[in-house]
């Protein structure tokens, strides 16, 4: 008798808890079924996303825009910004520098590295010249991708340029970004090999990408 009961009793146990495991199991496929098809939409755009970004780590993010502010080197005063665009036609630089000579030409150039920590501008290193060729005048064939020219002033020394490059890049192997800008006490005479003679160096700038959302007149 006792060992009736106590079967009847385990078996009732039993019973209970299959009861329990099956409703528990239910309501978990359940919650598994719904869940797959509400998050199928969320699934979708998260998978477009992540190759999106994929193609951005791969290629790096197109930058249109990219600018660089001008402080004088130790014991000058010339100081600006310059702006670098991408058209159609090629990167638009626009610069407005002031505080140079009057009525003079100063050679303006992009050069490699965008370090102005020296005081005298030497840690910009030499012209920015990826291709490794001979430096020339901005309108050559062959120059070097940072050679600018020269930036002409009115007589109360600000230079003020606008014109479109066809070697500066903003982006590839050929990008200026996180190079240096320099503008020279003297003029590039687009000859002398391998800085076009143009002398210390009054100003220096690093080239970064520009905020968008910044206008400046
Ligand atoms: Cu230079
Ligand atoms: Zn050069």
Known sequence: MKTRLSLFIHS??????????????????????????????DMSDADTQANTEQEAVEMGPEITQATAVLSPTDGNQAAGVVTFTQTDEGVRVEATVSGLDTEARHGFHIHQYGDCRAPDGTS??????????????????IRHVGDLGNLPTNAQGTAEVDF?????????????????????AGTDDFESQPTGAAGSRLACGVIGVANPDIVVE
Request: net charge negative; glycine share 12%.
């Open 164 to 184: 479109v490059d066809t070697h500066v890049q903003l982006n590839g192997p050929n990008s200026v970004l996180g190079r240096g800008v320099i503008v020279h």
């Open 124 to 141: 910009a290193g030499g012209h920015f010249n990826p291709e490794g060729v001979e430096h020339g005048a901005p309108t050559a064939d």
């Open 12 to 41: 009732e146990i039993e019973t209970k808890t299959q009861i329990k495991m099956m409703k528990y199991l239910s309501v978990s496929i359940l919650t598994i079924f719904l869940l797959a098809s509400c998050s199928q939409g």
